[in-house]
């Protein structure tokens, strides 16, 4: 059983739509975490939520962080192809663990 | 600044042959790990250090052996290559070690991965 399921696994939208993407649990974290990895290169990076009801907007990207901190999505406006990519979050678990997500993969078409 | 370089960037081997997969950070950071990235599956944590000389494992350290005798050096060791071991290896650091309860304050740099292959 993965710790952090994320849905859709793969998604593929004409550019200029919306998408939300999902990272679910049944364990409390005390932050999540989201990268973006591209193909050939380690992920990176994007934004770390910490509080339970949390927005984080990055440009045309927006995280939200779930209430009860179980959760997080990631929502993207007007999908660019720049946005292509694997989407993972990540939180911890046990003493140093960080676990990361079973990933979206996110193809956009111009 | 080089970040977190790995080598090599491909590798092939024979089942029962072993090899040593190199990481390096020039940061001066405490934390470091081993990944792997299968199909579906994500990344999953090999071994993890948060300093030199202290090493432990993570979600799938079998076949895996590791030592941080330095703070820049993270050396991932497969003692006997079987094909279960064919993924993409990442290395990663953080100023600080990431503390259960804690909230997370700090990137994790990614290297850019090696692409292994056990025949």
């Known amino acids: 059983t993965q710790l952090l399921e994320q849905s859709p696994q793969f998604l593929s939208i004409q550019e200029g739509e919306n998408l939300t993407v999902y990272c679910n649990s049944s364990s409390v974290f005390s932050s999540l975490q989201w990268y973006r990895q591209e193909p050939g290169e380690g992920p990176v990076l994007l934004v770390t939520v910490v509080t339970g009801g949390e927005v984080k907007k990055l440009k045309r990207l927006t995280f939200q962080f779930g209430d009860a901190r179980k959760d997080s999505s990631l929502h993207i406006t007007a999908a660019q192809p720049g946005d292509t990519g694997l989407y993972l979050c990540a939180g911890l678990e046990g003493a140093n663990n960080l676990f990361f997500g079973t990933g979206t993969r996110l193809t956009v078409i111009p | 600044n080089a970040g977190v370089t790995q080598t090599p960037k491909f590798q092939v081997l024979k089942t029962g042959q072993s090899m040593t997969l190199q990481c390096a950070q020039d940061m001066n950071h405490e934390y470091m790990s081993w990944y792997r990235q299968d199909p579906g599956m994500g990344l999953r944590l090999i071994h993890y250090?948060?300093?030199?000389?202290?090493?432990d494992q993570g979600e799938v350290p079998n076949g895996y052996n590791v030592s941080r005798s330095t703070t820049e050096d993270f050396p991932l060791r497969l003692l006997s290559a079987a094909p279960s071991q064919t993924s993409v290896y990442f290395c990663?650091?953080?100023?600080?070690?990431?503390?259960?309860?804690?909230?997370?304050?700090?990137?994790?740099?990614f290297g850019p991965g090696t692409r292994l292959t056990v025949l």
């Open positions: 250090s948060v300093g030199a000389g202290i090493t």
């Open positions: 990663a650091s953080s100023s600080s070690v990431p503390t259960y309860g804690v909230p997370l304050t700090d990137t994790q740099y």
